[in-house]
């Protein structure tokens, strides 16, 4: 079973940087599709980026487009999100999620099979 762990959340500025982390173990996730999803207190879960198994492939919610960036280390089993200039609408908890596939990926919480705890992630001056 592939168990994905998230991390890197936490209290920032608004400006200020975090990137995350969606380890996996279990499985090796090369061979996976990752998508990095929110959710805000009262709101929907959404999708704000994914990477194909390869990593040649990415997607961005477009409110978060130029302000993050996603990419993988399959050596090291996990995808990372990066996040510059933080709003306080950035604020919320934040899950990865797998799909076994190659070459694509997506922003629809339906095409994922596994998912993280979540981290939070809040944005406040």
């Known amino acids: 079973q592939l168990q994905l762990v998230e991390s890197g959340g936490g209290l920032v500025q608004p400006g200020g940087s975090l990137r995350l982390s969606c380890a996996a173990s279990?499985?090796?996730?090369?061979?996976?599709?990752i998508g990095w999803f929110r959710q805000a207190p009262g709101k929907e879960r959404e999708g704000i980026s994914c990477?194909?198994?390869?990593?040649?492939?990415?997607n961005y919610l477009d409110s978060v487009k130029g302000r993050f960036t996603i990419s993988r280390d399959n050596a090291k089993n996990t995808v990372y999100l990066q996040m510059n200039s933080l709003k306080p609408e950035d604020t919320a908890v934040y899950f990865c999620?797998?799909?076994?596939?190659?070459?694509?990926?997506?922003?629809?919480?339906?095409?994922?099979?596994?998912w993280g705890q979540g981290t939070q992630v809040t944005v406040s001056s």
């Open positions: 279990g499985y090796t996730l090369a061979y996976y599709a």
């Open positions: 999620a797998a799909k076994p596939i190659l070459r694509s990926c997506s922003g629809s919480i339906s095409f994922y099979n596994y």
């Open positions: 990477i194909s198994s390869s990593g040649d492939t990415t």
